[in-house]
């Protein structure tokens, strides 16, 4: 009797290559992006001051980092040696910004003075009475008194806000005519 035919044993089907300058793009975009959002939001960046300090060590060192990775970036493949530079820049500013996050995370304001930490706990629910009010006038209040302490906030200390999340907040402050 006859052995039956028996499926032909499946070969192991290899994984995609993954072009290691490309993931190191890739992921640079990412952290750049990450980073933007960040800087652009208000609110995170009062939640989260230390991320914006950099007389914060994390947060000096992922700057560092960033400089470093965004100064080796390219938008043609580089040679060899450049490709292997930018990628081991890439990974020492996603591991600083990972590691300046969760610092800034556990630190939150306790580096600023008392004031400055009641400020800007001040600004934050000022803010966020901004951003959800439905009324057009206690809206622009909020936001012009947020905008306000967090001049009184630079001119006396410690804490700046990053031109990006300024821009956003002198747009959101001015108000818009009605449709």
């Known amino acids: 009797m006859p052995i039956p035919p028996t499926a032909a044993p499946r070969r192991a089907v290899d994984p995609p290559v993954v072009d290691p300058w490309r993931a190191a793009r890739s992921g640079f975009a990412e952290l750049r992006q990450s980073y933007g959002e960040y800087e652009c939001d ?6 989260l001051p230390a991320l914006a300090d950099v ?3 994390s947060t000096a060192r992922f700057v560092e980092a960033f400089a470093e990775a965004q100064a080796l970036d390219t938008d043609a493949v580089p040679p060899p040696q450049h490709r292997a530079q ?5 990974d020492r500013a996603r591991r600083a910004w990972t590691a300046a996050c969760e610092a800034a995370e556990r630190i939150q304001a306790s580096h600023l003075p008392e004031k400055e930490r009641a ?6 629910r000022l803010l966020t009475t901004a951003r959800d009010s439905d009324n057009d006038a206690e809206r622009l209040v909020a936001y012009a008194k947020a905008h306000n302490e967090l001049v009184r906030l630079e001119k006396i200390g410690h804490f700046r806000l990053p031109r990006p999340a300024k821009a956003v907040l002198d747009t959101a402050s001015r108000g818009q005519l009605p449709a």
């Open 119 to 124: 400020t800007i706990e001040r600004v934050i």
């Open 55 to 57: 007389s914060v060590p």
């Open 86 to 90: 930018y990628i081991a820049a890439v």
């Open 42 to 47: 208000p609110l995170a960046v009062l939640r």
